[in-house]
């Protein structure tokens, strides 16, 4: 149980381009999803969280703008990347809590996408 | 301010033998969580365990342990009889708020060999 699935896994696209990548819950609802950017070796830095219902809270320093995030249902939080430069080249890997979350649920990871602006 | 900290960037460990991995952490808030996640190349995050602030025992699961040092604020993961297919980056990971957002340190490269 607790399967996330994250679509795109691989994405390679010219500057300019506007990237949807889309994290599903498939066997559990799931209230809060997590966005997170990885860059190579290093660990994971959270972008932002994403609320069913409502507007995603985005930490300090991440343009809302440019990451766009829909959370419009309980199974299905989406990420667009508007205008995608190559400096917005990295892993990006989605999470979401079973439930309504709670001090001892784990976040469920989706497999990531890498995506490549040339 | 919450911090969670590991270390050790990289270790290597043969195969058989048992390796701990370091995290400690600081928070002023009496409820919080620890987790540990296993991130191999392909790049996917495998929770591993959970400890939680009051629990009185530290947490096991098959051959993953726990030291949950609370007084020196520490919670270090322990891997017995270590496999090939344990190479991976290990990320400790501490709870923020009551949703659920984690904040994870820098994490520690293991590489098993035969």
């Known amino acids: 149980g607790a399967v996330v699935s994250q679509h795109p896994s691989r994405v390679i696209c010219k500057s300019g381009t506007s990237v949807k990548i889309e994290c599903r819950s498939l066997d559990f609802q799931a209230t809060t999803m997590f966005w997170y950017r990885q860059f190579p070796k290093k660990s994971l830095m959270l972008m932002a969280t994403s609320n069913e219902g409502s507007k995603a809270t985005y930490e300090q320093g991440v343009e809302k703008d440019k990451f766009l995030i829909n959370h419009a249902s309980l199974t299905l939080s989406t990420l667009t990347v508007t205008s995608a430069h190559p400096e917005d080249s990295s892993f990006y890997i989605c999470?979401?809590?079973?439930?309504?979350?709670?001090?001892?649920?784990?976040?469920?990871f989706g497999d990531g996408t890498r995506l490549s602006i040339l | 301010a919450q911090k969670i900290t590991q270390t050790q960037p990289g270790m290597f460990v043969q195969e058989k033998e048992a390796v701990t991995l370091d995290c400690t952490y600081d928070t002023s808030d009496p409820s919080y969580g620890l987790f540990w996640y296993k991130q191999p190349s392909s790049g996917e995050m495998i929770f591993l365990i959970y400890q939680g602030s009051y629990d009185q025992q530290n947490a096991t699961e098959g051959r993953y342990s726990l030291n949950f040092q609370k007084a020196r604020k520490s919670a270090n993961l322990v891997i017995s009889a270590s496999q090939l297919g344990d190479s991976a980056m290990y990320f400790c990971?501490?709870?923020?708020?009551?949703?659920?957002?984690?904040?994870f340190g820098a994490g520690t490269q293991v590489v098993v060999t035969p």
């Open positions: 999470s979401a809590i079973r439930g309504v979350g709670g001090s001892n649920q784990p976040q469920h």
């Open positions: 990971a501490m709870r923020t708020d009551s949703w659920g957002k984690l904040q």
